[in-house]
């Protein structure tokens, strides 16, 4: 089946302590993009990626780092969470190009304390 | 900076009933027009696309129009369904792949 997966789908945390939320697709998509959505503000993006080793940033980019070694891959770094970090986040995935549609992930909802 | 809104922010209708959602979007600039579906505790579910060369797109009981000039999306739902209740949400795609949402309409259809 075509998906994206994320893990973990919950997760509560501590300040400070770094974490990573890992995300794969299975449809050799070049495309890769990262959201987060809160109350009042929706789904912005925080990090895309264009292709292997190719990543740029979003809207809201403090705090965060991605990485795409792999195509598959594009896992999501919070190397010091804050609490203000708190959301609900979602991966997606694209064929190359524009107009070809998005495939999101199930989320994974942060808590961080 | 592309804006994208969307009224209503909730909408309550009973079952059998035709209903129509709105996005707006500030920069006509787009390459297309998006309507996800979200279900409580779940991801995105894409229901329709729109390129800018055109003006509707029709999936069974749902149809998306664009305005580009105006700056306008609407989605149709006919003859609405207690299964249809979820949350919407337009994006309009501009280069780079940039994907900016709307808040949602958040839709009830009560039985």
């Known amino acids: 089946e075509a998906q994206v997966t994320q893990n973990p789908r919950y997760l509560i945390t501590v300040t400070g302590k770094k974490l990573t939320v890992t995300c794969s697709q299975n449809m050799n998509h070049e495309y890769m993009s990262w959201y987060r959505q809160d109350p009042g503000l929706g789904l912005r993006q925080i990090y895309y990626s264009m292709n292997v080793e190719v990543t740029d940033k979003g809207d809201v980019p403090e705090g965060y780092k991605v990485s795409r070694k792999e195509k598959r891959n594009f896992p999501l770094i919070l190397e010091s969470p804050s609490p203000n970090q708190t959301s609900l986040y979602f991966c997606?995935?694209?064929?190359?190009?524009?107009?070809?549609?998005?495939?999101f992930g199930s989320g994974t909802r942060l808590t961080v304390v | 900076k592309q804006e994208v809104t969307q009224i209503p922010a909730a909408l309550s209708v009973p079952e059998g009933e035709n209903l129509v959602l709105n996005c707006s979007f500030t920069d006509s600039a787009i390459y297309n027009l998006q309507w996800f579906r979200q279900d409580p505790g779940k991801g995105l579910t894409s229901l329709l696309l729109i390129q800018s060369s055109q003006r509707e797109q029709t999936s069974g009981r749902l149809n998306a129009s664009l305005d580009k000039s105006s700056g306008r999306s609407t989605l149709y739902i006919a003859a609405s369904q207690p299964g249809d209740s979820a949350t919407y949400l337009c994006?309009?795609?501009?280069?780079?792949?940039?994907?900016?949402f709307g808040e949602g309409t958040q839709l009830t259809v009560n039985p």
């Open positions: 997606a995935s694209s064929p190359f190009g524009i107009n070809y549609g998005y495939t």
């Open positions: 994006a309009a795609e501009t280069s780079g792949s940039r994907l900016t």
